[in-house]
C-alpha cells in the first residue's frame, strides 16, 4: 500500500489579536499519496493560505499553531526545532508563495540566489555538484543554463516565475505548495507554468498543493480538490466528482457560480459574504448562507466525514440533499 506523503491532522492555527481570537485554521485534516495534486478553494480569507504557511512553520506571531500535525514523509514538522524545520524546507518541503517572482532580488544573478539556496542547508553538495543541480533545476523547467547568468529584470513574467519553481525543487522535496502561481500572469504564460510544475511535479515524484480561486485551472491540473471555508475544510473529493456532482451546499453554490457555455450571460453569485473570523456564528459557519439550513446546523458544528472512499464532507445534511436529487 502506497504510504501517504503528507498527512494532516487536526491543525489548528490561532491568531491572537486585541480584538480576541482569531481560529483561522480550524481541525484541519488532508492526506496526500506521492504524485498527487490537490487544489485548495475557497473565498479569500478561507485559510487557504494560513494552511500553507502552517505546513511551512512560517505562521507569523500573534499567530501560532496551537494543535495538531503535519507529516511530510514520516516525519511530524511541528515536532522540529527550527533549525531542523530550517532543514526541511526545500528537501522535504517546498512552498512557492503568491507574487513568489516580485520576490527575487533584482541585483543578484539567477544562479547566485540558487546558490545560496542551496548552500542554506546542511545537506549542500559541493560545488561542482551544486553548479549541476542549477543547470538541471533550469532545464527541468524548461529555461536554458544561461539563465544562470542573467537578471530577474532581463526575464519575463513566466520566466521569474518558472525560476521560482526551480529554485524551489533545488533540492528535490517530496511536497511541493503554489500559492496562486498564475496570478498577475497571461493566460498563455499561465497555462505554460502549469505545464512546468506538472513536468516538474512528474519528473520528482513529488505531490502538490496548488492554492487558488481559478477553477478552470484546477479542472486541467488537480487529481483531487479540497473546499475550505472559515478556516475548516467543508468538502473534499476527486476533481471530478467536485465539478460534476458536489455534495455541500458552499461547494454546489461554488461549482454553480462558474461560467456556464450552455447558459450564457447567466451568473449565480454565492449570497451573503463570508463570515468575519473573529465573529464565526455557532454552528455551521455556513448556515447563515446556506438555503437548506435546519436547527441542527445552527447548534453543532458538522464534522469533515467520509462519505465514500474518495469523498469527505462536514454537513449535517449531506445524506438528505443526496436522497432529493
Ligand atoms: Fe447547510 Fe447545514 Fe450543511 Fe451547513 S450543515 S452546509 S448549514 S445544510
Do not use: W
Not at 540566489?113 to 532545464?139: C, F, G, S, T, Y
Not at 524551489?168 to 498577475?184: F, Q, R, V
Not at 487529481?223 to 475548516?232: C, I, N, Q, W
Not at 448556515?287 to 474518495?310: F, G, N, S, W
Request: net charge positive; glycine share 8%.
Amino acid at each position: 500500500m502506497t504510504q501517504p506523503v503528507l498527512t494532516v491532522n487536526n491543525l489548528q492555527v490561532t491568531y491572537f489579536t486585541e480584538a480576541g481570537r482569531v481560529r483561522a485554521l480550524d481541525g484541519v485534516n488532508l492526506t496526500l499519496n506521492p504524485g498527487e495534486k490537490l487544489g485548495l478553494v475557497g473565498e479569500s480569507g478561507s485559510g487557504k493560505s494560513t494552511m500553507a504557511l502552517a505546513m511551512m512553520r512560517m505562521i507569523k506571531p500573534p499567530g501560532r499553531i496551537e494543535g495538531g500535525s503535519v507529516v511530510v514523509d514520516g516525519v511530524d514538522l511541528t515536532k522540529l526545532n527550527d533549525e531542523e524545520m530550517r532543514e526541511a524546507r526545500l528537501s522535504r518541503i517546498s512552498y512557492i508563495p503568491q507574487g513568489a517572482m516580485n520576490s527575487l532580488n533584482p541585483v543578484m544573478r539567477i544562479g547566485a540566489q540558487m546558490r545560496d539556496a542551496i548552500k542554506a542547508h546542511k545537506l549542500a553538495p559541493d560545488a561542482d555538484d551544486i553548479e549541476k543541480r542549477i543547470n538541471a533545476a533550469l532545464v527541468s523547467v524548461d529555461l536554458k543554463p544561461t539563465v544562470a547568468k542573467m537578471y530577474p529584470h532581463e526575464l519575463s513574467g513566466g520566466m521569474k516565475q518558472r525560476v521560482c519553481i526551480a529554485i524551489g525543487i533545488l533540492l528535490h522535496p517530496k511536497l511541493i505548495i503554489a500559492d496562486e502561481p498564475t496570478s498577475a500572469l497571461d493566460v498563455v504564460t499561465q497555462r505554460q507554468v502549469m505545464q512546468t510544475l506538472d513536468s516538474v511535479q512528474k519528473q520528482l515524484g513529488a505531490a502538490i498543493i496548488l492554492i487558488g480561486h481559478d477553477m478552470g485551472l484546477m479542472a486541467q491540473f488537480v487529481d483531487k480538490v479540497a473546499v475550505m471555508y472559515t478556516g475548516r475544510l467543508m468538502e473534499l473529493s476527486t476533481v471530478q466528482d467536485m465539478f460534476t456532482n458536489p455534495q455541500h451546499p458552499y461547494a454546489v453554490a461554488l461549482i454553480k457560480s462558474l461560467p456556464n457555455l450552455n447558459q450564457r450571460g447567466v451568473f449565480h453569485g454565492i449570497p451573503g459574504l463570508a463570515p468575519a473570523l473573529l465573529r464565526l456564528p455557532p454552528g455551521c459557519s455556513f448556515h447563515p448562507r446556506c438555503p437548506i439550513a435546519q436547527d441542527i446546523c445552527k447548534a453543532q458544528v458538522p464534522p469533515l466525514e467520509a462519505k465514500t472512499p474518495t469523498r469527505f464532507v462536514a454537513c449535517h445534511l449531506v445524506e438528505k440533499i443526496k436522497n432529493e436529487k
